[in-house]
Structures are given as C-alpha cells and as structure tokens.
C-alpha cells in the first residue's frame, strides 16, 4: 500500500481541485525538471510531512501530533498495489523527474534530520484524481476512513483556517528554515 499524507489545512484546496497536484508548481521548477506526487509506503505516517512551526521565536519541527493539532488534522489517501500508473520508487523517481543532485541531495538531508527512510518514498509525474480513492483521517491514535464527500461538506462548513495555538504560527518549509530545527 502507497499513502499519500496531508493535514487539514490543505484538504479544501485538494477536495476543491478533485486530485491530488504534482509539486513544486512548474512556474518554481526549472526548465527541465518535473514536478512529483509524492506518496510514501510508511504506513504510520510520513515524518516529512510534518510542518515547521515557530514557538516563543524558535523554529521546530512538529511531530505527528503537533502537526495534527496545528494543521486542522491529519489524512491519508491510501492506494492498493496497481491502483496507480507509472508509480517510482525513490530515487528512481528523483532521476525521471529530472531533479537537480543539489535538490535530490536536500531531500536525503531533510529525510536523515526526520529520521525517515527514502526507500519508502515514492512518487507519480502526473496528477492524480481523488474520486475513487479511500480517503482516511486520523482520530485518535487511529486512522479511520472517511467519505470524501462528507469532508466536502465539514471543510466548507468549518471554513480554511490554520490553528494558531497560541503563539505558533505554521511556515512554510524552505530550506533555510530547517538550519536551527
């Protein structure tokens, strides 16, 4: 099984869009390079899906229960064996996208500093539609599956909004930030 993990903050775009998007957009990319759907065989989660938060003026990076509660929550969209065509594994995937070594290299830096490791990380070279995938959030300790549909409904309800908690505030993750974490 193949996952490809996100948090709350992101679903109403996905859900909006009806697939999951190639990153980084192809305006950020060089000429050449290809952008990635990136999805992991973790089957607990993936650690660099974690976000970099600051608290109190230092950068950190949450761990899955940080990122749970800052994020809006966490899913997965969960893929069978076969169910995706043109899956590669890392870092096959780094090489038919036509990464830079200097981008391939951060990559197996940031991976070593989470602990995680890159023979689970896979990726596609195309979009990929939501519709007929098991969607699951975790609750709990757990992950649950949900309807794509009824999340439609709670995210439109509940509206995009980042949890502040207080005086974290989520970043985004560039390479820069992860000198002090």
Known sequence: ????????????????????????????????????????????????????IMKNGVAKLCNMEETEKYCNGLYRFVFNEGDLEGVLSWPRVAVEARMPEKVKQRLIKRGKKAKVDPRQWFGVLNNVDILSVKLEKRVGKKWVEVEIKDEVRKISKEGHVVSQGGSVKRLPVEDAEWSGI
Do not use: C, Q
Not at 42 to 49: C, I, L
């Open 1 to 52: 099984m193949l996952f490809h993990y996100t948090n709350g903050t992101k679903m109403a775009s996905i859900l909006k869009d009806g697939h999951l998007r190639t990153v980084p957009d192809k305006k950020s990319l060089r000429l050449k390079e290809k952008p990635i759907m990136w999805l992991s065989s973790n089957p607990t989660f993936e650690k660099t899906a974690s976000k970099i």
